[in-house]
């Protein structure tokens, strides 16, 4: 049983505008959550976390959002950029958690 | 560059033979986790080790093993290889649990 769902396996967005990528955990005792970026051939580079005693965390052009009562995250990329296309993965973790649970991860395009 | 550093980048091997992977975490890392990616799947968590000792155990089978040396890099061996073991694997490190780990460029298996 997946943990950890994306249920969208792509998304496409034009440069310029909002890619919302979204996430949601089966599991509530996940309290630490994780995006990743991954290109081809790369492994997946760290991009943004948030803990559970937050609803939003803010990097640059990166933000994501945690609804724990929905058990759902969002990562929001303004302005998106060709640059950004790539596969996005969701991860979390319990308290003291031995490890990160991935989601499937969505393939992110911005077309120019 | 992550600072995590597997070796070798590919490896191609026949059906029933043994290989080893290996990685060296970021300066100063105690943990280490593999995962493991199949074709266009997502990532499954393999096993972790936090300064030499075994962590957890995710979906690694019983032919694949890993240790975490003194000096903190780790190996995963797999035995018996089936076709069905060509994957991608990657190493991760992070400095405590719970916190972001940072993945290696990952180890391209190919079992013909």
């Known amino acids: 049983d997946q943990q950890v769902k994306q249920n969208s396996p792509s998304l496409s967005v034009q440069e310029g505008r909002i890619s919302i990528l979204n996430c949601d955990y089966t599991n509530s005792m996940f309290d630490y959550f994780l995006w990743y970026k991954k290109y081809p051939a790369e492994g997946p580079t760290f991009l943004i976390s948030i803990s559970s005693i937050k609803d939003k965390n803010e990097d640059g052009r990166f933000t994501v959002f945690l609804n724990k009562s929905a058990k759902h995250l969002s990562l929001h990329i303004v302005p998106s950029q060709p640059g950004d296309s790539a596969v996005y993965f969701c991860a979390a973790s319990e308290p003291y958690g031995q490890n990160f649970v991935f989601g499937p991860g969505t393939r992110l395009s911005v077309l120019p | 560059d992550s600072g995590v550093t597997q070796t070798p980048k590919h490896l191609i091997t026949a059906t029933g033979q043994r290989v080893t992977l290996r990685c060296s975490p970021r300066?100063?890392?105690?943990?280490v986790y593999w995962y493991q990616q199949s074709l266009d799947q997502g990532l499954q968590f393999l096993i972790q080790y936090y300064n030499g000792e075994e962590r957890a155990k995710g979906n690694i089978l019983e032919r694949f093993s890993a240790q975490q040396f003194p000096d903190l890099h780790s190996e995963l061996n797999l035995s018996s290889l089936e076709l069905g073991d060509s994957a991608l694997y990657f190493c991760?490190?992070?400095?405590?649990?719970?916190?972001?780990?940072?993945f290696g460029q990952g180890t391209r298996l190919t079992v013909v």
């Open positions: 991760a490190s992070s400095s405590t649990v719970n916190t972001e780990a940072f």
């Open positions: 300066s100063g890392d105690l943990s």
